[in-house]
């Protein structure tokens, strides 16, 4: 049994929360076994971790191997919540992740928002690197301190697992240079992010499809030593076209642009040295991860509901080639 109770509401202190370094975090272990600690952020809102709330974190577990529970035609990650380190976090920083399985040597994590749309800013969910992990959450409060999930730590084992539980052809990202090259699929890209396909909606899949299609064409226009792709030109084309100069002119919709222009300037220099090298070892070299981050990460890129991008922007994104909205009723 564990040696502590977790209470059935909390009275919140009037502090503001901020971020906790990795030394706060082991003054706190010392002190106890668990402790209900502040939220700030909303990476978690998915599984009722909320912003500005509290969670009871205790050190003394771990998450186990993550099992998945039938949703329709989908295999869905039934949801571990912990306090873990990511390398490359500010400070170093400590965050509430949500667990997904071992990959390799790694324990990998991610983020888990409740909607993939927050009005018009888009959020897809990212998988990392935990560095440490300090405790699973085992127990969640709203800002007024009232419980609205618990879990038995009985639940949970006393140290990791280390059977990997998480396959794929590429490595997770930790810093410097990306493992991924030019040509590459969707599913290679999304497994990138710590995701796999099935884990996104149609809408998603179908917008990276296109995306990936982009970045092949440039190496392949690379490999064949045609002109460089010029992807941000083409675009503002077509939203002229479309009568839509003004729209194209929001910075989101640029920086968005931006980002796919720089990953075909990099598939490109990678066709190029691939023609240019005619024997041994590819020269390919890897996409840099802030290049992907562009896409998986750029905020209010296409303004539309959560499975549903409105057609006059798809117009514009698929270069013209205006598609029936999948939702009826979508304008």
Known sequence: MSSYIIPASITPRPIKPKLIMVETVEAIMDAGPCAILPVAGDCLEGVDVVDGGWVAVDFTR??????????????????????CHVPRAPGPMVMYKEYQGVWGPWQMVGTRYKSMWEGGKLRLNCGMVAKRIFGVIVASYDQD???????NPEEFPKELGAAPTIHGDVGPYQGGESMITFPTTVETFVAYNGKTVADLDATTIELLDYCVSIFNGAFYAGAKGEAPVNIIKDAAEDYAQAGMQQDFENPKIKCFYAS??????EAWKQGAAKAEKKWGASMNRPLNKEQVKGL????????????????FRR????????????????Q
Request: with cysteine.
């Open 62 to 83: 771990r998450p186990a191997p993550p099992r998945y529970r039938e949703q329709g035609r989908r295999r869905k990650l039934r949801s571990l919540p912990l306090l």
């Open 145 to 151: 301190g009232r419980l609205l999930w618990q879990r």
């Open 260 to 265: 796919l222009q720089r990953m075909c300037d």
């Open 296 to 311: 998986f990460e750029q905020e209010a890129v296409l303004m539309g509901t959560e499975n549903c991008v409105p057609d």
């Open 315 to 330: 117009g514009a994104v698929w270069r013209g080639r205006r598609r029936a909205c999948p939702q009826d009723g979508c």
